[in-house]
């Protein structure tokens, strides 16, 4: 099952605008682990990080680079927590 963030909206919106893009997959039977898989822990609604804390993000979807897009190409990038 896939849960939607409340805020996502499909279709045509404008460029920069990823208000909501976010997506959970529950899989049905779980994956089962190995040494790619594994699960991630996420931190609760109250956790605070301190300044200067690094942080990762990851996505994976269309990258528009010079008005082309890229399909299904994995990304990740480190930042402080004041670019989150």
Wanted: charged share 15%; glycine share 16%.
């Amino acid at each position: 099952a896939v849960t939607r963030h409340p805020a996502y909206r499909d279709g045509d919106v404008a460029e920069g605008d990823v208000a909501g893009d976010l997506a959970l997959a529950r899989l049905d039977p779980p994956a089962t682990p190995t040494r790619l898989v594994r699960p991630i822990c996420l931190p609760g609604p109250a956790v605070r990080f301190p300044p200067g804390t690094n942080c990762t993000v990851t996505g994976w979807g269309d990258i528009r680079t010079a008005g082309q897009c890229q399909p299904g190409t994995g990304t990740g990038a480190s930042l402080g927590w004041g670019g989150c």
